[in-house]
């Protein structure tokens, strides 16, 4: 009697390790599935930021330039943190007289916080008019936002046309209002040879009026034309 619950005594007991072992191995089979997922994990992950950050610049690309502005060619793109530079942006968009603009820089710099805003660097541009000839544009760098399509120029910076040359240190110019102001001093040359200095100026339809302010130096060559398309009006303090 006694031998035959030592025998079941055993039975159970090597049940029990059994058991154990088995679960311990479940236990090891469990662990190195999940140490297989950390692994793929790690390589999947940042695949998936990557392809998030893509889709979501895309989105955003299409959602602040496509809109507002008529068209946007880029040469390539880059991403540092939320901020996107494009390499030879080229924007264009349309004006209230039906003619058209078109900016071209260097690189345009867009921060995904703050869309509706690219700084533009070394920017040549060509502002179309309806019935004048159409003004070239170049400047150091430039500010744009895209919603209400209105620039900062900054550095050096030059509107040149047919009828006159303009040379600035800024200019804002609103695409829809077809004004330029600037609050800077201005140096106008006219196709007549007449130059005007100034501390700052206001241009309205097309820049085909001009006003200046400040302290105004007007310099008139014998032989002017009286017929000169642009119009003029100084305001000396």
């Given at each position: 009697m006694a031998l035959t619950q030592t025998g079941e005594g055993l039975?159970?007991?090597?049940?029990a390790v059994q058991a154990t072992e088995a679960r311990t191995a479940l236990?090891?089979?469990?662990?190195?599935?999940h140490s297989r997922w950390v692994r793929v994990l790690r390589v999947?992950?940042?695949l998936g930021s990557v392809a998030a950050v893509a889709g979501l610049?895309?989105?955003t690309l299409v959602r602040n330039f496509s809109l507002p502005i008529a068209g946007l060619a880029i040469d390539s793109m880059s991403v540092s943190g939320t901020k996107v530079t494009m390499a030879n942006p080229k924007l264009s968009g349309g004006r209230p007289d039906g003619s058209s603009y078109v900016l071209n820089a260097q690189k345009a710099i867009q921060d995904l916080k703050d869309p509706t805003e690219v700084e533009l660097v070394t920017i040549v541009g060509d502002i179309g008019s309806k019935n004048q000839p159409a003004t070239n544009l170049t400047a150091t760098a430039g500010h744009y936002n895209t919603a209400s399509e209105k620039l900062q120029l900054s550095g050096v910076v030059q509107l040149k046309n047919a009828n006159y040359t303009i040379d600035l240190k800024s200019a804002d110019v609103d695409f829809k209002a077809?004004?330029?102001?600037?609050?800077?001093?201005?140096?106008?040359?006219?196709?007549?040879g007449m130059t005007v200095e100034a501390?700052?100026?206001r241009a309205e339809d097309n820049a085909t009026k001009l006003s200046f302010s400040g302290h105004v130096k007007t310099t008139v060559p014998a032989q002017q034309d009286k017929n000169a398309p642009t119009q003029m009006k100084s305001e000396s303090p």
């Open positions: 039975s159970t007991a090597a049940r236990a090891f089979a469990a662990a190195r599935r999947l992950l940042p610049i895309g989105a077809n004004v330029y102001t600037t609050s800077q001093p201005i140096h106008v040359v006219t196709s007549s501390d700052s100026a």
